[in-house]
């Protein structure tokens, strides 16, 4: 097991913006064509929380990705400070051999100076990984002025990535993520990752293997949680909300059963309306927050992911 340095509180997210496209279809809808039975499309709405979910066959990965992008780019003057375009996504291959995905971004969104490279180490928890890289490259690039934009948004091209052992069922959104080192924004205090590696068979795990990942999953979770809390100098009372990756709602009432926490401090709302997003939930959580006018100036936020392979992340973020 490995966990990374906690990150200073100098990274800033400066703006963020997310993105779903618009046909929605319900659990129902989509069950035929993935094979589910009628007793699976019963448990994935009644015992695990999903109800609808974003998929638009007609839109191509690049189409995914590049919307909010696009919408927080219009706000940048001086796009020439985007030092580093990172490209978080789940699935290690979503192109073919001969197209770099990250470098195809850079070029669509004119930033031709970036240097542009994805993540996917962390599979699902890699967009918080992200955030900590452009943190730690920033730092290193001497210029107090430089940005870095953090990337999400991939579709499941195969029933074997979009359906988790009747855990839960992946959807499509994207997201992008301004990031600085001080300045006006949602500040990131901490961040806690760790990667238990007994489970590195990812979507492959069957058997006692995958019995010993559900089983534990909270408690390694959990953790990850206190860890990052710690690392923050905070306890959880002192968080205004936990921000959730959406793999759906039965994991989280174990979770806050483990935690001692009230189901009322996590953010479900969009498990039923996009269910799980790969990397992009807990920022297309955040951004839905935020649309909402809901984020508390000052309040401190914990945001969660959990990557199969498997690594499990927390980062307590300020706004």
Same mark, same amino acid.
């Given at each position: 097991m490995t966990t990374l340095a906690p990150t200073r509180s100098d990274v800033v997210l400066r703006r963020m913006e997310a993105y779903a496209p618009e046909r929605s279809v319900t659990v129902e809808e989509i069950a035929a064509g993935l094979g589910l039975?009628?007793?699976?499309?019963?448990l994935f709405r009644r015992i695990r929380g999903l109800d609808r979910l974003r998929i638009d066959p007609d839109l191509g990965l690049f189409d995914l990705v590049?919307?909010?992008?696009?919408?927080?780019?219009?706000?940048?003057?001086?796009?020439d400070r985007i030092r580093y375009l990172i490209f978080a996504h789940t699935a290690q291959d979503l192109t073919p051999t001969t197209l770099v995905a990250a470098d195809t971004l850079r070029e669509r969104l004119g930033l031709t100076d970036a240097e542009a490279f994805a993540v996917t180490q962390h599979a699902c928890a890699s967009g918080l990984l992200a955030v900590e890289i452009a943190g730690e490259l920033l730092r290193a690039d001497g210029d107090p002025s430089a940005l870095?934009?953090?990337?999400?948004g991939e579709q499941p091209f195969t029933r074997a990535i979009?359906?988790?052992?009747?855990?839960?069922?992946?959807?499509?959104?994207?997201?992008a993520c301004l990031i600085g080192l001080g300045g006006a924004g949602t500040r990131v205090l901490s961040?806690?990752?760790?990667?238990?590696?007994e489970f590195f068979d990812g979507y492959q795990l069957a058997g006692e293997a995958l019995h010993r990942f559900g089983s534990t999953y909270h408690t390694h979770l959990a953790e990850v949680i206190r860890e990052a809390l710690d690392d923050a100098a905070l306890d959880l009372d002192?968080?205004?909300?936990?921000?959730?990756?959406?793999?759906?709602?039965?994991?989280?009432?174990?979770i806050c059963a483990t935690?001692?926490?009230?189901r009322d401090r996590v953010f479900l709302d969009n498990v039923g309306e996009y269910s799980h997003c790969s990397c992009a939930d807990p920022f297309l959580n955040l951004a839905t927050? #935020? @649309?909402?006018?809901? +984020? *508390? #100036? @000052?309040?401190?936020? +914990? *945001?969660?992911?959990?990557?199969?392979?498997?690594?499990?992340?927390?980062m307590v973020v300020e706004c």
């Open positions: 039975n009628r007793y699976q499309t019963r590049c919307p909010p992008a696009q919408a927080l780019l219009s706000t940048v003057e001086e796009r870095a934009l953090v990337l999400t979009q359906v988790l052992w009747n855990t839960s069922i992946i959807g499509e959104a994207s997201s961040y806690a990752s760790r990667t238990v590696g002192d968080i205004t909300m936990v921000i959730p990756h959406n793999v759906n709602i039965s994991s989280w009432i174990t935690l001692g926490l009230d927050l #935020a @649309g909402r006018g809901a +984020l *508390v #100036a @000052g309040g401190r936020y +914990l *945001v969660t992911a959990v990557g199969l392979g498997a690594t499990y992340s927390a």
